[in-house]
């Protein structure tokens, strides 16, 4: 069974500060997908991750991939209050049909 | 370009009922996957549908069953709804990728 490990679960920071999202595996992924949701609503996506390594910046947001495809990061420079949400990594194993395994993601909780 | 659709937005059912949740997947997509999200929790898969056939399956029971129409359209069905089922329950859509667009989800609680 494959598992991914989120951290921290919660976090709570002042407009403007700098953090960093871990999402950690045993196991290899072909993808990852980071989302974020808000409360009641369906997960939208952010960006996907293939290659060992890369990294991926989406305005004030930087992703990167492992270089062995086992753990992604997300970085959020300079905080605001509109990225209050819950973010949720997932891993894709390429195999088709076992579908997107979740994190249990990340409460963040941008104070202004 | 429509996103993923679901319907209905909320639902509340007792113990032992049957339930039937259904998901329009976006324009140009031929895959539908389904999961469950506990309160605080993290999506679960619960399975996938490619050309109108289920083509794998996360750890959820028999009672959790599926279809997917020619349209690409998908339907989710539950039966003898147990305390636990109670969820949001999300419908996926992707064209034979692992991206997958998500639609806002319905809101199923069980009494």
């Known amino acids: 069974t494959q598992l991914l490990e989120q951290s921290p679960q919660f976090l709570s920071i002042q407009e403007g500060e700098n953090l960093t999202v871990y999402c950690n595996s045993s196991s290899v992924f072909s993808s990852l997908q980071w989302y974020r949701q808000e409360p009641g609503e369906g997960p939208v996506l952010l960006v996907t991750v293939v290659t060992g390594g890369e990294v991926k910046k989406l305005k004030r947001l930087t992703f990167q991939f492992g270089d062995a495809r086992k753990d992604s990061s997300l970085h959020i420079t300079a905080a605001q209050p509109g990225d209050t949400g819950l973010y949720l990594c997932a891993g894709f194993s390429g195999g088709g049909a076992d579908g997107l395994t979740f994190g249990k993601g990340t409460h963040l909780i941008i104070q202004p | 370009e429509t996103g993923v659709t679901q319907s209905p937005t909320h639902l509340i059912k007792t113990r032992g009922q049957q339930v039937t949740l259904r998901c329009s997947s976006q324009?140009?997509?031929?895959?539908v996957s389904w999961y469950q999200q506990a309160l605080g929790q993290g999506p679960q898969f619960i399975f996938q549908y490619y050309r109108e056939e289920e083509n794998g399956r996360g750890n959820f029971p028999p009672r959790f069953s599926g279809l997917q129409f020619p349209n690409y359209s998908s339907e989710l069905n539950v039966n003898a709804l147990e305390l636990d089922d109670s969820a949001l329950y999300l419908c996926a859509s992707s064209y034979s990728t692992d991206t997958q667009y998500f639609g806002p989800g319905t809101r199923l609680t069980v009494l």
């Open positions: 324009s140009g997509h031929n895959t």
